[in-house]
Protein backbone atom coordinates (compact mmCIF):
# COMPACT_ATOMS: atom_id res chain seq x y z
CA UNK A 1 0.00 0.00 0.00
CA UNK A 2 2.96 2.30 1.08
CA UNK A 3 4.70 1.76 -2.50
CA UNK A 4 1.03 2.62 -4.48
CA UNK A 5 0.72 5.49 -2.40
CA UNK A 6 4.21 6.61 -3.12
CA UNK A 7 3.68 5.95 -6.86
CA UNK A 8 0.40 8.35 -6.40
CA UNK A 9 2.47 11.12 -5.08
CA UNK A 10 4.54 10.76 -7.68
CA UNK A 11 2.18 10.68 -10.67
CA UNK A 12 0.47 14.05 -8.87
CA UNK A 13 3.84 15.61 -8.92
CA UNK A 14 4.30 15.11 -12.62
CA UNK A 15 0.70 16.40 -13.81
CA UNK A 16 1.49 19.09 -11.77
CA UNK A 17 4.67 20.26 -13.66
CA UNK A 18 2.75 19.17 -16.54
CA UNK A 19 -0.08 21.31 -15.91
CA UNK A 20 1.76 24.25 -15.07
CA UNK A 21 4.01 24.42 -18.61
CA UNK A 22 0.93 23.32 -20.60
CA UNK A 23 -0.20 26.93 -18.83
CA UNK A 24 2.48 28.65 -19.80
CA UNK A 25 3.00 27.25 -23.40
CA UNK A 26 -0.55 28.29 -24.27
CA UNK A 27 -1.35 31.62 -22.62
CA UNK A 28 1.98 32.52 -21.58
CA UNK A 29 1.39 32.75 -17.99
CA UNK A 30 -0.15 30.73 -15.05
CA UNK A 31 -2.68 32.75 -13.66
CA UNK A 32 -3.30 36.01 -16.23
CA UNK A 33 -6.89 33.95 -17.69
CA UNK A 34 -10.43 34.72 -18.29
CA UNK A 35 -11.99 32.85 -14.76
CA UNK A 36 -11.40 32.34 -11.34
CA UNK A 37 -8.34 30.46 -9.52
CA UNK A 38 -10.92 27.84 -9.01
CA UNK A 39 -11.86 26.90 -12.70
CA UNK A 40 -8.52 26.57 -13.15
CA UNK A 41 -8.23 24.19 -9.95
CA UNK A 42 -11.33 22.69 -10.82
CA UNK A 43 -10.16 22.19 -14.70
CA UNK A 44 -7.46 20.58 -13.63
CA UNK A 45 -8.62 18.06 -11.28
CA UNK A 46 -11.42 16.75 -13.94
CA UNK A 47 -8.65 16.13 -16.09
CA UNK A 48 -6.45 14.52 -13.23
CA UNK A 49 -9.51 12.23 -11.88
CA UNK A 50 -10.14 11.13 -15.41
CA UNK A 51 -6.20 10.35 -15.89
CA UNK A 52 -6.72 8.31 -12.54
CA UNK A 53 -9.78 6.21 -13.33
CA UNK A 54 -7.90 5.35 -16.87
CA UNK A 55 -5.11 3.79 -14.67
CA UNK A 56 -7.02 2.28 -11.60
CA UNK A 57 -9.36 0.59 -14.79
CA UNK A 58 -6.43 -1.17 -16.21
CA UNK A 59 -4.95 -1.69 -12.63
CA UNK A 60 -1.82 0.10 -13.47
CA UNK A 61 -0.72 0.80 -9.47
CA UNK A 62 -0.67 -3.02 -9.31
CA UNK A 63 2.44 -3.47 -11.38
CA UNK A 64 6.03 -4.08 -10.22
CA UNK A 65 7.86 -1.63 -12.38
CA UNK A 66 11.22 -3.36 -11.41
CA UNK A 67 10.06 -6.08 -13.66
CA UNK A 68 7.97 -4.51 -15.97
CA UNK A 69 7.78 -5.45 -19.55
CA UNK A 70 6.85 -3.47 -23.06
CA UNK A 71 2.89 -5.22 -22.37
CA UNK A 72 2.91 -2.69 -19.44
CA UNK A 73 3.96 0.70 -20.91
CA UNK A 74 1.96 -0.54 -23.44
CA UNK A 75 -1.20 -0.80 -21.20
CA UNK A 76 0.23 2.23 -19.44
CA UNK A 77 -0.44 4.38 -22.63
CA UNK A 78 -3.67 3.25 -23.19
CA UNK A 79 -4.98 3.91 -20.01
CA UNK A 80 -3.81 7.81 -19.83
CA UNK A 81 -5.01 7.94 -23.78
CA UNK A 82 -8.67 6.91 -22.77
CA UNK A 83 -8.83 8.73 -19.24
CA UNK A 84 -7.13 12.26 -21.30
CA UNK A 85 -9.65 11.94 -23.89
CA UNK A 86 -12.28 11.04 -21.01
CA UNK A 87 -11.25 14.23 -19.42
CA UNK A 88 -10.82 16.52 -22.69
CA UNK A 89 -14.40 15.38 -23.33
CA UNK A 90 -15.21 16.72 -19.80
CA UNK A 91 -13.77 20.18 -19.80
CA UNK A 92 -14.96 20.97 -22.98
CA UNK A 93 -18.46 20.28 -22.08
CA UNK A 94 -18.11 22.02 -18.85
CA UNK A 95 -16.82 25.05 -20.87
CA UNK A 96 -14.18 25.99 -18.74
CA UNK A 97 -13.25 29.96 -20.05
CA UNK A 98 -9.06 27.56 -20.85
CA UNK A 99 -7.91 26.73 -24.28
CA UNK A 100 -8.48 23.33 -25.09
CA UNK A 101 -4.73 22.99 -25.94
CA UNK A 102 -3.70 22.90 -22.39
CA UNK A 103 -5.75 20.10 -21.77
CA UNK A 104 -4.26 17.78 -24.50
CA UNK A 105 -0.81 19.22 -23.87
CA UNK A 106 -1.46 18.07 -20.03
CA UNK A 107 -2.30 14.63 -20.60
CA UNK A 108 0.69 14.66 -23.25
CA UNK A 109 3.19 15.78 -20.70
CA UNK A 110 2.00 13.72 -17.96
CA UNK A 111 2.11 10.69 -19.70
CA UNK A 112 5.83 11.04 -21.29
CA UNK A 113 6.84 12.33 -17.66
CA UNK A 114 5.02 9.31 -15.83
CA UNK A 115 6.62 6.53 -18.67
CA UNK A 116 10.19 8.30 -17.56
CA UNK A 117 10.02 8.14 -14.38
CA UNK A 118 9.18 4.38 -14.24
CA UNK A 119 11.99 3.44 -16.74
CA UNK A 120 14.64 5.64 -14.94
CA UNK A 121 13.55 3.74 -11.79
CA UNK A 122 13.26 0.11 -13.33
CA UNK A 123 17.13 1.05 -15.10
CA UNK A 124 18.29 2.29 -12.07
CA UNK A 125 17.18 -0.90 -9.53
CA UNK A 126 17.24 -3.35 -12.51
CA UNK A 127 21.03 -3.28 -12.47
CA UNK A 128 23.56 -6.05 -11.57
CA UNK A 129 24.60 -5.01 -8.13
CA UNK A 130 26.69 -7.30 -8.06
CA UNK A 131 29.65 -6.40 -5.63
CA UNK A 132 32.42 -7.86 -7.15
CA UNK A 133 31.70 -8.69 -10.76
CA UNK A 134 35.57 -9.85 -11.61
CA UNK A 135 34.26 -13.03 -10.41
CA UNK A 136 31.38 -13.45 -13.35
CA UNK A 137 31.79 -15.68 -15.81
CA UNK A 138 31.82 -13.69 -19.02
CA UNK A 139 29.67 -15.13 -21.63
CA UNK A 140 28.33 -14.90 -25.15
CA UNK A 141 24.75 -14.81 -26.58
CA UNK A 142 24.54 -16.86 -29.84
CA UNK A 143 21.33 -15.12 -31.42
CA UNK A 144 20.23 -11.86 -31.68
CA UNK A 145 16.18 -11.96 -31.71
CA UNK A 146 14.11 -11.39 -29.15
CA UNK A 147 15.20 -14.71 -27.35
CA UNK A 148 18.70 -13.74 -27.00
CA UNK A 149 18.01 -10.01 -25.94
CA UNK A 150 15.59 -11.03 -23.29
CA UNK A 151 18.35 -13.58 -21.93
CA UNK A 152 21.02 -10.66 -21.89
CA UNK A 153 18.40 -8.02 -19.96
CA UNK A 154 18.18 -11.07 -17.52
CA UNK A 155 21.64 -11.53 -17.05
CA UNK A 156 22.21 -8.03 -16.90
CA UNK A 157 19.77 -6.85 -14.33
CA UNK A 158 19.46 -9.69 -12.44
CA UNK A 159 21.67 -8.92 -9.17
CA UNK A 160 22.17 -12.35 -8.27
CA UNK A 161 23.36 -13.73 -11.74
CA UNK A 162 26.93 -14.98 -11.69
CA UNK A 163 27.14 -14.08 -15.82
CA UNK A 164 27.96 -10.82 -17.31
CA UNK A 165 27.15 -10.77 -21.20
CA UNK A 166 29.72 -8.96 -23.23
CA UNK A 167 28.58 -9.77 -26.92
CA UNK A 168 25.90 -10.72 -29.25
CA UNK A 169 26.74 -13.72 -32.03
CA UNK A 170 24.71 -13.88 -35.04
CA UNK A 171 24.67 -15.78 -38.72
CA UNK A 172 22.21 -12.42 -39.84
CA UNK A 173 24.41 -9.93 -41.30
CA UNK A 174 21.65 -7.69 -41.06
CA UNK A 175 21.84 -7.26 -37.52
CA UNK A 176 25.70 -7.12 -37.37
CA UNK A 177 27.46 -4.10 -36.10
CA UNK A 178 23.95 -3.58 -34.18
CA UNK A 179 23.65 -3.06 -30.26
CA UNK A 180 21.11 -5.03 -28.30
CA UNK A 181 21.29 -3.54 -23.57
CA UNK A 182 24.45 -1.70 -24.83
CA UNK A 183 26.02 -5.42 -26.51
CA UNK A 184 27.52 -5.23 -30.00
CA UNK A 185 26.91 -7.67 -32.02
CA UNK A 186 29.32 -9.67 -34.49
CA UNK A 187 29.02 -11.77 -36.87
CA UNK A 188 29.38 -15.99 -36.74
CA UNK A 189 32.02 -16.97 -39.24
CA UNK A 190 35.75 -17.91 -38.97
CA UNK A 191 36.87 -15.07 -37.53
CA UNK A 192 34.68 -15.94 -34.39
CA UNK A 193 37.14 -18.38 -32.22
CA UNK A 194 39.72 -15.66 -32.25
CA UNK A 195 37.49 -12.79 -31.48
CA UNK A 196 35.79 -15.34 -28.11
CA UNK A 197 39.52 -15.53 -27.17
CA UNK A 198 40.21 -11.59 -27.29
CA UNK A 199 37.25 -10.63 -25.26
CA UNK A 200 37.58 -13.44 -22.92
CA UNK A 201 34.47 -15.16 -22.82
CA UNK A 202 34.64 -18.71 -21.01
CA UNK A 203 31.03 -19.56 -22.05
CA UNK A 204 28.76 -19.55 -25.19
CA UNK A 205 24.77 -19.41 -24.27
CA UNK A 206 22.86 -20.29 -27.62
CA UNK A 207 19.32 -18.09 -27.66
CA UNK A 208 18.03 -19.16 -30.81
CA UNK A 209 14.22 -20.92 -31.07
CA UNK A 210 13.88 -24.62 -31.74
CA UNK A 211 16.74 -26.06 -33.74
CA UNK A 212 16.73 -28.25 -36.12
CA UNK A 213 19.18 -31.23 -35.28
CA UNK A 214 21.67 -30.46 -38.45
CA UNK A 215 22.33 -26.44 -37.05
CA UNK A 216 22.38 -27.54 -33.40
CA UNK A 217 25.40 -29.96 -34.44
CA UNK A 218 26.64 -27.03 -36.61
CA UNK A 219 26.21 -25.00 -33.25
CA UNK A 220 28.03 -27.33 -31.21
CA UNK A 221 30.62 -28.42 -32.83
CA UNK A 222 31.48 -24.62 -33.97
CA UNK A 223 31.62 -23.42 -30.47
CA UNK A 224 33.40 -26.61 -29.27
CA UNK A 225 36.52 -25.77 -31.06
CA UNK A 226 36.47 -21.90 -29.33
CA UNK A 227 37.21 -23.63 -26.33
CA UNK A 228 34.29 -22.69 -24.85
CA UNK A 229 31.16 -24.43 -22.72
CA UNK A 230 28.11 -24.37 -24.44
CA UNK A 231 24.89 -23.95 -22.44
CA UNK A 232 21.30 -23.84 -24.16
CA UNK A 233 18.33 -20.84 -22.98
CA UNK A 234 15.69 -23.39 -24.14
CA UNK A 235 12.11 -24.59 -22.86
CA UNK A 236 11.94 -27.93 -20.96
CA UNK A 237 11.84 -31.21 -22.40
CA UNK A 238 8.55 -31.53 -21.47
CA UNK A 239 7.33 -28.60 -23.36
CA UNK A 240 9.63 -29.14 -26.57
CA UNK A 241 8.25 -32.51 -27.08
CA UNK A 242 5.07 -31.55 -26.70
CA UNK A 243 4.82 -28.83 -29.23
CA UNK A 244 4.95 -25.70 -27.00
CA UNK A 245 4.99 -22.35 -29.07
CA UNK A 246 8.00 -20.76 -29.55
CA UNK A 247 6.75 -17.80 -27.73
CA UNK A 248 6.56 -18.53 -24.38
CA UNK A 249 9.77 -16.98 -23.88
CA UNK A 250 9.37 -16.68 -19.96
CA UNK A 251 9.78 -20.35 -18.87
CA UNK A 252 12.23 -20.70 -20.82
CA UNK A 253 15.88 -21.51 -18.78
CA UNK A 254 19.51 -21.92 -18.98
CA UNK A 255 20.74 -25.73 -18.87
CA UNK A 256 23.42 -27.82 -19.84
CA UNK A 257 23.06 -29.44 -22.97
CA UNK A 258 21.15 -32.65 -22.46
CA UNK A 259 22.29 -36.16 -23.35
CA UNK A 260 19.32 -36.38 -26.08
CA UNK A 261 20.66 -33.17 -27.71
CA UNK A 262 23.41 -35.69 -28.61
CA UNK A 263 21.35 -37.63 -31.29
CA UNK A 264 21.30 -34.30 -33.13
CA UNK A 265 18.21 -34.96 -34.97
CA UNK A 266 14.75 -32.92 -35.11
CA UNK A 267 12.34 -33.83 -32.08
CA UNK A 268 9.44 -36.80 -33.02
CA UNK A 269 6.33 -35.07 -33.51
CA UNK A 270 4.15 -37.15 -31.30
CA UNK A 271 0.12 -36.70 -31.84
CA UNK A 272 -0.49 -37.41 -28.17
CA UNK A 273 -4.34 -36.47 -28.55
CA UNK A 274 -5.00 -39.88 -30.78
CA UNK A 275 -3.29 -42.10 -27.74
CA UNK A 276 -5.09 -40.41 -25.09
CA UNK A 277 -8.46 -40.87 -26.44
CA UNK A 278 -7.72 -44.48 -26.46
CA UNK A 279 -6.59 -44.95 -23.34
CA UNK A 280 -8.84 -42.95 -21.83
CA UNK A 281 -11.38 -44.40 -19.47
CA UNK A 282 -9.52 -47.97 -19.97
CA UNK A 283 -8.11 -50.51 -17.46
CA UNK A 284 -4.58 -50.67 -18.38
CA UNK A 285 -1.94 -52.82 -16.95
CA UNK A 286 1.70 -52.86 -17.75
CA UNK A 287 4.47 -55.60 -17.00
CA UNK A 288 7.93 -54.62 -15.86
CA UNK A 289 6.39 -51.39 -14.88
CA UNK A 290 8.44 -50.06 -12.85
CA UNK A 291 11.37 -50.23 -15.62
CA UNK A 292 12.77 -47.73 -17.49
CA UNK A 293 10.49 -48.03 -20.27
CA UNK A 294 7.61 -49.61 -18.29
CA UNK A 295 7.39 -46.95 -15.75
CA UNK A 296 7.62 -44.05 -18.65
CA UNK A 297 4.99 -45.74 -20.29
CA UNK A 298 3.15 -45.72 -16.86
CA UNK A 299 3.62 -41.71 -16.52
CA UNK A 300 1.97 -41.14 -20.44
CA UNK A 301 -0.91 -43.66 -19.69
CA UNK A 302 -1.96 -41.36 -16.69
CA UNK A 303 -1.77 -38.65 -18.43
CA UNK A 304 -4.46 -40.05 -20.45
CA UNK A 305 -6.99 -40.45 -17.67
CA UNK A 306 -7.33 -44.63 -17.79
CA UNK A 307 -9.80 -46.02 -15.25
CA UNK A 308 -7.65 -47.68 -14.21
CA UNK A 309 -3.72 -48.23 -13.87
CA UNK A 310 -1.84 -51.60 -12.80
CA UNK A 311 1.81 -51.86 -12.32
CA UNK A 312 3.33 -55.60 -12.22
CA UNK A 313 6.64 -55.94 -11.13
CA UNK A 314 9.04 -58.33 -9.70
CA UNK A 315 11.64 -55.65 -8.29
CA UNK A 316 9.33 -53.99 -5.57
CA UNK A 317 12.07 -50.79 -4.92
CA UNK A 318 11.17 -49.80 -8.41
CA UNK A 319 7.17 -50.44 -8.47
CA UNK A 320 7.45 -48.19 -5.26
CA UNK A 321 9.07 -45.45 -6.48
CA UNK A 322 6.47 -45.15 -9.61
CA UNK A 323 3.93 -45.60 -7.29
CA UNK A 324 5.02 -42.56 -5.28
CA UNK A 325 5.76 -40.48 -7.97
CA UNK A 326 2.37 -40.94 -9.50
CA UNK A 327 0.54 -40.78 -6.24
CA UNK A 328 2.12 -37.43 -5.38
CA UNK A 329 1.04 -36.27 -8.92
CA UNK A 330 -2.36 -37.06 -9.26
CA UNK A 331 -3.50 -38.69 -5.67
CA UNK A 332 -6.92 -39.89 -5.95
CA UNK A 333 -7.60 -38.19 -9.39
CA UNK A 334 -5.43 -41.68 -10.74
CA UNK A 335 -6.66 -45.62 -9.85
CA UNK A 336 -3.63 -46.96 -9.09
CA UNK A 337 -2.22 -50.72 -8.38
CA UNK A 338 0.93 -52.25 -7.71
CA UNK A 339 1.12 -55.80 -7.55
CA UNK A 340 4.88 -57.59 -7.07
CA UNK A 341 4.61 -60.31 -9.63
CA UNK A 342 7.13 -62.42 -12.10
CA UNK A 343 5.65 -62.91 -15.64
CA UNK A 344 7.33 -66.36 -14.81
CA UNK A 345 4.93 -67.36 -12.10
CA UNK A 346 1.63 -68.17 -14.38
CA UNK A 347 -0.66 -68.80 -11.33
CA UNK A 348 0.06 -65.54 -9.62
CA UNK A 349 -0.43 -63.71 -13.52
CA UNK A 350 -3.50 -65.90 -13.56
CA UNK A 351 -4.61 -64.49 -10.24
CA UNK A 352 -4.08 -60.76 -10.97
CA UNK A 353 -5.53 -60.88 -14.44
CA UNK A 354 -8.51 -62.56 -13.22
CA UNK A 355 -9.19 -59.78 -10.31
CA UNK A 356 -8.49 -56.97 -12.29
CA UNK A 357 -9.91 -57.87 -16.51
CA UNK A 358 -7.38 -55.25 -18.05
CA UNK A 359 -8.42 -54.02 -21.53
CA UNK A 360 -4.96 -53.27 -22.51
CA UNK A 361 -1.70 -54.98 -21.73
CA UNK A 362 1.65 -53.28 -22.33
CA UNK A 363 4.29 -56.46 -21.98
CA UNK A 364 7.87 -54.38 -20.90
CA UNK A 365 8.95 -57.00 -18.53
CA UNK A 366 11.94 -58.66 -19.71
CA UNK A 367 15.94 -59.13 -19.48
CA UNK A 368 17.41 -57.08 -21.49
CA UNK A 369 21.03 -56.78 -20.80
CA UNK A 370 22.96 -58.90 -23.90
CA UNK A 371 26.83 -60.30 -21.35
CA UNK A 372 24.54 -61.50 -18.41
CA UNK A 373 22.03 -63.35 -20.48
CA UNK A 374 25.14 -64.85 -22.96
CA UNK A 375 26.15 -66.31 -19.14
CA UNK A 376 22.60 -67.09 -17.96
CA UNK A 377 20.79 -67.91 -21.11
CA UNK A 378 18.65 -70.25 -19.02
CA UNK A 379 17.19 -67.14 -17.34
CA UNK A 380 16.11 -65.55 -20.45
CA UNK A 381 14.13 -68.05 -21.95
CA UNK A 382 12.35 -68.32 -19.02
CA UNK A 383 11.93 -64.54 -18.02
CA UNK A 384 11.22 -63.57 -21.65
CA UNK A 385 10.34 -66.29 -23.78
CA UNK A 386 8.05 -67.79 -21.70
CA UNK A 387 7.33 -65.02 -19.18
CA UNK A 388 6.07 -63.52 -22.89
CA UNK A 389 3.75 -66.52 -23.01
CA UNK A 390 2.45 -66.79 -19.96
CA UNK A 391 1.10 -62.96 -19.94
CA UNK A 392 -0.33 -63.80 -23.68
CA UNK A 393 -2.06 -66.66 -22.32
CA UNK A 394 -3.77 -64.06 -19.69
CA UNK A 395 -4.82 -61.77 -22.26
CA UNK A 396 -6.29 -64.74 -24.12
CA UNK A 397 -7.92 -66.24 -21.13
CA UNK A 398 -9.66 -63.09 -19.91
CA UNK A 399 -10.68 -61.23 -23.01
CA UNK A 400 -8.10 -58.06 -23.43
CA UNK A 401 -8.58 -56.17 -26.09
CA UNK A 402 -4.99 -56.10 -26.93
CA UNK A 403 -1.44 -56.51 -26.02
CA UNK A 404 1.63 -54.98 -27.03
CA UNK A 405 4.85 -56.52 -26.80
CA UNK A 406 7.99 -53.81 -26.38
CA UNK A 407 10.33 -55.58 -28.67
CA UNK A 408 14.16 -54.40 -29.44
CA UNK A 409 16.22 -54.02 -33.08
CA UNK A 410 18.88 -56.75 -30.98
CA UNK A 411 15.88 -58.96 -32.20
CA UNK A 412 16.42 -58.78 -35.92
CA UNK A 413 19.62 -61.00 -37.18
CA UNK A 414 20.15 -61.88 -33.51
CA UNK A 415 23.80 -62.55 -32.79
CA UNK A 416 23.02 -63.68 -28.75
CA UNK A 417 20.54 -65.09 -26.51
CA UNK A 418 18.85 -61.96 -25.32
CA UNK A 419 18.23 -60.94 -29.15
CA UNK A 420 16.79 -64.23 -30.06
CA UNK A 421 14.98 -64.63 -27.01
CA UNK A 422 13.25 -61.59 -28.25
CA UNK A 423 12.67 -62.68 -31.38
CA UNK A 424 11.08 -65.88 -30.34
CA UNK A 425 8.85 -63.38 -27.73
CA UNK A 426 7.69 -61.70 -31.55
CA UNK A 427 6.58 -65.23 -33.27
CA UNK A 428 4.61 -65.97 -29.76
CA UNK A 429 2.77 -62.66 -30.59
CA UNK A 430 2.52 -62.70 -34.03
CA UNK A 431 0.95 -66.19 -34.08
CA UNK A 432 -2.02 -65.37 -32.39
CA UNK A 433 -4.04 -64.02 -35.39
CA UNK A 434 -6.71 -66.01 -35.10
CA UNK A 435 -7.68 -64.60 -31.74
CA UNK A 436 -9.98 -62.46 -29.93
CA UNK A 437 -7.10 -59.93 -28.30
CA UNK A 438 -5.41 -57.90 -30.85
CA UNK A 439 -1.48 -58.84 -30.19
CA UNK A 440 1.31 -56.91 -31.56
CA UNK A 441 4.99 -56.01 -31.33
CA UNK A 442 7.05 -53.10 -31.34
CA UNK A 443 10.31 -52.99 -32.05
CA UNK A 444 13.12 -50.04 -31.24
CA UNK A 445 16.71 -49.88 -30.43
CA UNK A 446 18.46 -48.56 -27.62
CA UNK A 447 17.33 -45.76 -24.98
CA UNK A 448 18.96 -42.98 -23.97
CA UNK A 449 19.62 -43.07 -20.17
CA UNK A 450 17.92 -46.34 -19.37
CA UNK A 451 18.82 -48.63 -16.80
CA UNK A 452 22.52 -49.94 -17.54
CA UNK A 453 22.73 -48.13 -20.87
CA UNK A 454 25.90 -46.82 -22.00
CA UNK A 455 25.21 -43.07 -21.18
CA UNK A 456 25.49 -43.58 -16.99
CA UNK A 457 28.35 -45.93 -17.56
CA UNK A 458 30.39 -42.98 -19.44
CA UNK A 459 29.04 -40.66 -17.07
CA UNK A 460 30.11 -42.15 -14.28
CA UNK A 461 33.49 -42.81 -15.67
CA UNK A 462 34.27 -38.96 -16.60
CA UNK A 463 33.19 -38.24 -12.94
CA UNK A 464 35.60 -40.62 -11.87
CA UNK A 465 38.46 -38.96 -14.28
CA UNK A 466 38.20 -42.15 -16.76
CA UNK A 467 38.69 -42.89 -18.95
CA UNK A 468 35.93 -44.33 -20.74
CA UNK A 469 35.77 -47.86 -22.26
CA UNK A 470 34.36 -48.62 -25.62
CA UNK A 471 34.03 -52.77 -26.69
CA UNK A 472 34.82 -51.60 -30.27
CA UNK A 473 35.22 -47.94 -32.05
CA UNK A 474 33.43 -49.10 -34.98
CA UNK A 475 30.16 -49.53 -32.92
CA UNK A 476 26.88 -48.29 -33.72
CA UNK A 477 24.06 -47.82 -32.21
CA UNK A 478 20.36 -46.28 -32.91
CA UNK A 479 19.23 -44.23 -30.00
CA UNK A 480 15.62 -42.58 -29.02
CA UNK A 481 14.56 -40.77 -25.68
CA UNK A 482 12.76 -42.79 -23.13
CA UNK A 483 9.43 -40.27 -23.42
CA UNK A 484 9.79 -40.57 -27.22
CA UNK A 485 9.83 -44.37 -27.17
CA UNK A 486 7.10 -44.69 -24.84
CA UNK A 487 4.41 -42.50 -26.71
CA UNK A 488 5.13 -43.95 -29.84
CA UNK A 489 4.74 -47.10 -28.80
CA UNK A 490 1.31 -46.13 -27.20
CA UNK A 491 0.53 -44.12 -31.14
CA UNK A 492 1.34 -47.96 -32.21
CA UNK A 493 -0.72 -49.87 -29.80
CA UNK A 494 -3.84 -47.20 -30.53
CA UNK A 495 -3.57 -47.91 -34.24
CA UNK A 496 -2.78 -51.98 -34.20
CA UNK A 497 -5.31 -54.23 -35.42
CA UNK A 498 -3.96 -57.81 -35.32
CA UNK A 499 -0.53 -59.39 -35.25
CA UNK A 500 1.15 -56.31 -36.51
CA UNK A 501 5.24 -56.05 -36.06
CA UNK A 502 5.55 -52.34 -35.40
CA UNK A 503 9.09 -50.73 -36.14
CA UNK A 504 10.06 -46.93 -35.12
CA UNK A 505 12.02 -45.21 -37.34
CA UNK A 506 15.11 -44.37 -34.72
CA UNK A 507 16.25 -42.29 -37.27
CA UNK A 508 20.20 -41.90 -38.31
CA UNK A 509 22.64 -44.36 -36.40
CA UNK A 510 25.11 -43.00 -33.83
CA UNK A 511 28.83 -44.04 -33.53
CA UNK A 512 29.30 -44.35 -29.66
CA UNK A 513 33.07 -43.06 -30.33
CA UNK A 514 31.33 -39.72 -31.03
CA UNK A 515 28.79 -39.86 -28.14
CA UNK A 516 31.64 -40.38 -25.68
CA UNK A 517 34.11 -37.84 -27.18
CA UNK A 518 30.72 -35.27 -27.00
CA UNK A 519 29.91 -36.25 -23.32
CA UNK A 520 33.51 -35.42 -22.46
CA UNK A 521 33.15 -32.72 -24.16
CA UNK A 522 30.20 -31.73 -22.65
CA UNK A 523 31.59 -31.89 -19.34
CA UNK A 524 34.14 -29.58 -19.82
CA UNK A 525 37.33 -31.60 -20.19
CA UNK A 526 39.28 -32.60 -23.81
CA UNK A 527 38.92 -36.23 -25.03
CA UNK A 528 42.18 -38.32 -25.22
CA UNK A 529 43.71 -35.19 -23.31
CA UNK A 530 41.83 -34.95 -19.42
CA UNK A 531 39.66 -37.92 -20.20
CA UNK A 532 40.63 -40.80 -22.39
CA UNK A 533 39.06 -43.72 -24.24
CA UNK A 534 40.00 -47.14 -24.30
CA UNK A 535 39.10 -49.72 -26.21
CA UNK A 536 38.73 -53.18 -24.66
CA UNK A 537 36.91 -55.69 -27.08
CA UNK A 538 33.71 -57.03 -27.52
CA UNK A 539 31.69 -58.73 -25.12
CA UNK A 540 30.07 -61.77 -25.70
CA UNK A 541 27.43 -62.21 -28.22
CA UNK A 542 27.80 -58.03 -29.02
CA UNK A 543 27.56 -57.17 -32.65
CA UNK A 544 28.74 -53.59 -34.17
CA UNK A 545 25.61 -52.30 -35.28
CA UNK A 546 22.17 -53.30 -34.60
CA UNK A 547 19.58 -53.68 -37.62
CA UNK A 548 15.79 -52.13 -37.71
CA UNK A 549 15.45 -52.83 -40.98
CA UNK A 550 13.43 -49.75 -41.86
CA UNK A 551 13.32 -50.27 -45.79
CA UNK A 552 10.14 -48.32 -46.80
CA UNK A 553 10.45 -50.42 -50.08
CA UNK A 554 9.57 -53.52 -47.94
CA UNK A 555 7.10 -52.10 -45.03
CA UNK A 556 3.80 -50.42 -45.10
CA UNK A 557 3.42 -46.63 -43.99
CA UNK A 558 1.27 -45.59 -41.01
CA UNK A 559 -0.49 -42.47 -40.34
CA UNK A 560 2.73 -41.59 -38.10
CA UNK A 561 5.78 -41.00 -40.23
CA UNK A 562 7.73 -42.08 -37.55
CA UNK A 563 6.19 -46.23 -37.32
CA UNK A 564 6.69 -48.71 -40.02
CA UNK A 565 4.75 -52.25 -39.75
CA UNK A 566 6.97 -55.23 -40.75
CA UNK A 567 5.84 -57.52 -43.32
CA UNK A 568 6.88 -60.95 -41.76
CA UNK A 569 4.94 -64.34 -42.44
CA UNK A 570 3.57 -65.46 -38.86
CA UNK A 571 4.37 -69.21 -38.04
CA UNK A 572 1.06 -71.14 -36.92
CA UNK A 573 0.40 -71.62 -33.24
CA UNK A 574 1.39 -75.39 -33.78
CA UNK A 575 4.68 -74.28 -35.27
CA UNK A 576 5.53 -71.94 -32.21
CA UNK A 577 4.43 -74.53 -29.41
CA UNK A 578 6.77 -77.06 -31.12
CA UNK A 579 9.45 -74.34 -30.60
CA UNK A 580 8.57 -73.76 -27.10
CA UNK A 581 9.18 -77.34 -26.74
CA UNK A 582 12.30 -78.00 -27.55
CA UNK A 583 12.95 -74.70 -25.83
CA UNK A 584 11.36 -75.95 -22.84
CA UNK A 585 12.87 -79.01 -22.61
CA UNK A 586 16.16 -77.68 -22.68
CA UNK A 587 15.80 -75.76 -19.91
CA UNK A 588 14.52 -78.41 -18.33
CA UNK A 589 17.55 -80.70 -18.91
CA UNK A 590 20.72 -77.95 -18.61
CA UNK A 591 18.95 -75.25 -16.11
CA UNK A 592 21.39 -76.18 -13.62
CA UNK A 593 24.73 -75.32 -16.25
CA UNK A 594 26.16 -71.64 -16.54
CA UNK A 595 26.01 -70.51 -20.09
CA UNK A 596 24.86 -73.99 -21.23
CA UNK A 597 26.04 -74.41 -24.86
CA UNK A 598 23.08 -76.38 -25.41
CA UNK A 599 21.05 -73.64 -24.70
CA UNK A 600 22.46 -71.60 -26.90
CA UNK A 601 21.85 -74.73 -29.87
CA UNK A 602 17.89 -75.12 -28.86
CA UNK A 603 17.92 -71.28 -29.44
CA UNK A 604 19.32 -71.86 -32.93
CA UNK A 605 16.83 -73.90 -33.89
CA UNK A 606 14.00 -72.66 -33.02
CA UNK A 607 15.47 -69.22 -34.40
CA UNK A 608 16.63 -69.84 -37.76
CA UNK A 609 18.27 -65.90 -38.15
CA UNK A 610 20.12 -66.30 -34.70
CA UNK A 611 23.83 -66.56 -36.07
CA UNK A 612 27.49 -66.20 -34.10
CA UNK A 613 28.16 -62.48 -33.74
CA UNK A 614 31.66 -63.74 -35.87
CA UNK A 615 29.29 -64.02 -38.60
CA UNK A 616 28.52 -60.27 -38.80
CA UNK A 617 31.61 -58.47 -37.41
CA UNK A 618 34.06 -60.06 -39.73
CA UNK A 619 32.11 -58.56 -42.67
CA UNK A 620 32.93 -55.15 -40.97
CA UNK A 621 36.15 -54.02 -42.15
CA UNK A 622 35.66 -50.47 -41.19
CA UNK A 623 33.36 -47.55 -39.26
CA UNK A 624 32.72 -46.50 -42.91
CA UNK A 625 31.17 -50.26 -43.76
CA UNK A 626 29.40 -50.01 -40.59
CA UNK A 627 27.41 -46.99 -41.58
CA UNK A 628 27.15 -48.51 -44.79
CA UNK A 629 25.55 -51.27 -43.59
CA UNK A 630 22.86 -49.68 -41.38
CA UNK A 631 22.04 -48.01 -44.93
CA UNK A 632 23.12 -44.40 -43.52
Known amino acids: ?80 LSGGLLGIALVSFLRFPIPLSVGVLCVGGTLLSTLLNRLF ?18 VAIVGAGKIGALLAEELIKNPNSHYSPKCFIDSDTRKVGNYIEGLRIYAENEDTPRLLKELGIQEVFIAIPPLEGARLKELHDFYSRCGCKIKIYDLPISKTMAGTADNEIGQRRLREFHIEDLLFRNSLEINNEEAKSFYEGKTVLVTGGGGSIGSELCRQLARCHPKKLIIV ?32 DRRRLDCIFAFYRPQIVFHAAAHKHVPLMEHSNCEAIKNNIFGTKNTADMAEKYGAERFILISTDKAVNPTNVMGASKRMCEMVIQCRTDSATSFMAVRFGNVLGSNGSVIPLFKRQIEEGGPITLTDKRIIRYFMTIPEASQLVMQAGAMAKRGELFVLDMGRPVKILELAENMIRLS ?11 EIGLRPGEKLYEELLIRTETMTKTSNKMIFIEHDTPLSREEVDEKLALLSQAVEEHSE ?15 PTFRDPEEINDKIESEEDAFLAVGQ
Do not use: H
Not at 316 to 335: K, P, S, V
Not at 602 to 607: H, L
Open 313 to 344: DIYENNAYDIQQELTREYGDRLDLCVEIASVR
Open 121 to 138: YRQLTGRNVSLDRSQNID
Open 593 to 607: ELAAEAIRIAMKRAV
Open 1 to 80: MKRKFTLFLIDLLCFAGSYAISLLLCTGTLFSFEGSVWQLLLYGTVLFAAIMVGRISLRIYYNMWRYASAGVYLKMICAD
Open 524 to 534: GYKPYSDIDIV
